[in-house]
């Protein structure tokens, strides 16, 4: 089968297409077909290496997929083949007290695939069982492929952490990228006025489009500048950051009395400087949050299904192209998703 592998970190050059024995489904788990499979920024840091991180290299890219079940393993209740199903890119052990909480993400032993294991980016994988989803009818392959991880970041965020209620001001940093387009929706869906950042004008009308009430283009204007205005002065109930450094400051002073800064990542760099007076001061709320739980999954896929959400797919390149995307992906030369399809 083929399947995108990189055997050392580097650039783009050390993608490569390789022809690797087909897998089987081994007691629980089963054999997907993979019918499009998602691209997201965690691809590029796999690929690139992250400090203080080994991963177990060589490795298949990717977290999200889409297919159909090719076979069931011993022990597999359930699924069969032919069903249609999502992957749910979260792995845990499924035994412990946060696990059985639904609180996976706090796990011990959780990982992800495409980073601690093999990912998806592949013609056929082997998963367990727990981790395919039914794919609700409607929803093509490709979108099924370009949800799962950013819909989950941007709900567990908003709704498990930040408690969005109807009324919040929410500011959603990176609007055009596969988390924001998420987050703008599901802010919109709980009521909140949805405040977005973009690196260009074009993408302020997308962001529109999608449900932002106001957009900022962030290469031209000051974003803290113009949340002021926008809010006159009060500042947003809600920010919602995966740039980490760039804009840790600002965020924070964005932020109303009470406010809730809700972090999942630091594309920018890992150093946020805190002015710790104007923490407690304002009773502000700092938050951490990775991933989600799969009961969490579950509920965006049945508002997917009944497109009270929906995927933003930038555009859909043949396995063979992946460089292609991390190309882009780099640049920020897309809106919402890229998928690729074997």
């Known amino acids: 089968m083929k399947a995108v592998l990189i055997r050392k970190h580097g650039g783009p050059e050390v993608l490569e297409i390789a022809d690797l024995p087909k897998p089987k489904a081994d007691v629980g788990q089963v054999l997907l077909r993979v019918m499009a499979a998602g691209m997201n920024h965690l691809d590029t840091w796999v690929r690139r290496g992250m400090p203080g991180v080994t991963l177990p290299l060589p490795m298949i890219l990717g977290s999200d997929a889409a297919g159909v079940i090719e076979a069931a393993g011993p022990g597999v209740a359930g699924v069969k083949p032919g069903d249609r199903v999502f992957v749910s890119p979260?792995?845990?052990?499924?035994?412990?007290?946060?696990?059985?909480?639904?609180?996976?993400?706090?796990?011990?032993?959780?990982?992800?695939?495409?980073?601690?294991?093999?990912?998806?980016?592949?013609?056929?994988?082997?998963?367990?069982?727990?981790?395919?989803?039914?794919?609700?009818?409607?929803?093509?392959?490709?979108?099924?492929?370009?949800?799962?991880?950013?819909?989950?970041?941007?709900?567990?965020?908003?709704?498990?952490?930040a408690r969005v209620r109807v009324g919040d001001d929410v500011l959603v940093h990176a609007g055009g990228s596969g988390v924001g387009t998420a987050a703008i929706q599901i802010a919109r869906l709980h009521g909140a006025r949805v405040i977005t950042t973009v690196g260009s004008d074009d993408k302020v009308k997308r962001v529109k489009a999608l449900g932002a009430d106001e957009a900022i283009n962030y290469r031209t204007s000051d974003f803290l500048d113009e949340t002021r205005r926008i809010t006159r002065k009060r500042g947003v109930d809600v920010?919602?950051?995966?740039?980490?450094?760039?804009?840790?400051?600002?965020?924070?002073?964005?932020?109303?009395?009470?406010?809730?800064?809700?972090?999942c990542g630091a594309t920018s760099g890992y150093q946020g400087s805190t002015d710790i007076r104007h923490v407690f001061a304002k009773g502000l709320s700092i938050l951490g949050s990775t991933m989600g739980s799969r009961a969490e999954l579950l509920r965006i896929a049945r508002l997917l299904g009944e497109r009270k959400l929906k995927p933003v797919i930038d555009r859909v390149l043949p396995l063979e192209k992946v460089a292609e995307g991390h190309r882009a992906m780099a640049e920020r030369a897309l809106f919402g998703k890229i998928v690729l399809t074997p």
């Not at 052990?93 to 990982?111: A, K």
């Not at 995966?242 to 009470?258: F, H, N």
């Open 90 to 161: 979260g792995l845990s052990c499924m035994r412990c007290i946060e696990c059985c909480s639904g609180r996976e993400p706090l796990c011990r032993d959780y990982g992800m695939l495409g980073e601690h294991t093999n990912g998806v980016q592949a013609e056929f994988v082997a998963l367990p069982a727990a981790n395919v989803m039914p794919l609700p009818d409607g929803l093509s392959f490709e979108e099924g492929a370009a949800f799962p991880l950013v819909f989950l970041t941007a709900w567990h965020m908003l709704v498990a952490r």
């Open 239 to 263: 920010v919602i950051d995966s740039i980490g450094q760039e804009t840790w400051d600002r965020s924070l002073r964005a932020l109303a009395r009470g406010g809730r800064l809700v972090t």
